[in-house]
């Protein structure tokens, strides 16, 4: 039973170019999240995606963009790349459920530079 | 604004001893919290959660306490193991699925 992937492992960019990061959800989760997380920090919380629409959004500026596919994986994508961006790009995925929260399990990341 | 505080960034326990990871938090919207570990180069690894209507979770040598009225969480590791050496994040949500990190605490298990 696959865990949640993601590709590629590491990236290089230079300021202002654009950047497409991909994730495959857990077998049997329907709900994909995306995290950015500095160093020395936790991650946090960008988008949300389910049923194909972003349900909820964090504090990040419209640079991030995403899409979920009807397969239920997903692409994060950033433009205009700042050097701020460098960072490590998780992806969580768990299964929406009507009654009770269910735990988002981590793929390893996306190691993101910009140079 | 940080809703999720984590404010010892590491600790060191000896083996066999209990490991006690405490944290804050202030919106009292959340509803489920939840324990990340993180191993370098890994992503986070669910660890246990608890629901804000339970005040104990338990599962083999991890307990978590939940304390609504302080706004406190503690995560318990007993006995403490060489394994359990990694960063550990406390993390809060509410009912939209939105999680929010804390800062994490490094664990070192001294032999």
């Known amino acids: 039973d696959a865990g949640v992937t993601q590709s590629p492992t590491h990236l290089i960019k230079t300021r202002g170019q654009q950047v497409t990061l991909r994730c495959s959800p857990k077998?049997?989760?329907?709900?994909v999240s995306w995290y950015q997380q500095a160093l020395g920090q936790g991650p946090q919380f960008i988008f949300q995606?389910?049923?194909?629409?972003?349900?909820q959004r964090g504090n990040f500026p419209d640079r991030f963009s995403g899409h979920q596919f009807p397969n239920y994986s997903s692409e994060l994508n950033v433009n205009a790349l700042l050097l701020g961006d460098s960072a490590l790009y998780l992806c969580?995925?768990?299964?929406?459920?009507?009654?009770?929260?269910?735990?988002?399990?981590f793929g390893d990341g996306t190691r993101l530079s910009i140079l | 604004d940080q809703q999720v505080k984590q404010n010892s960034p590491s600790l060191s326990v000896q083996e066999g001893r209990i490991s006690i990871l405490n944290c804050d938090y202030t919106?009292?919207?959340?509803?489920?919290f939840l324990w990340y570990k993180k191993y370098p180069a890994e992503g986070p690894t669910f660890l246990i959660s608890?629901?804000?209507?339970?005040d104990k979770n338990e599962d083999g040598r991890f307990t978590v306490f939940l304390n609504k009225s302080a706004k406190h969480l503690s995560l318990h590791i007993v006995p403490s193991q060489p394994g359990d050496s990694a960063v550990y994040f406390c993390a809060a949500s509410d009912r939209n699925d939105k999680i929010i990190f804390g800062k994490g605490t490094r664990l070192h298990i001294l032999p």
């Open positions: 608890i629901s804000s209507i339970k």
């Open positions: 919106n009292s919207m959340f509803d489920y």
């Open positions: 969580a995925s768990h299964r929406t459920g009507p009654y009770s929260n269910q735990p988002q399990h």
């Open positions: 077998s049997g989760h329907d709900t």
């Open positions: 995606y389910y049923e194909e629409e972003e349900r």
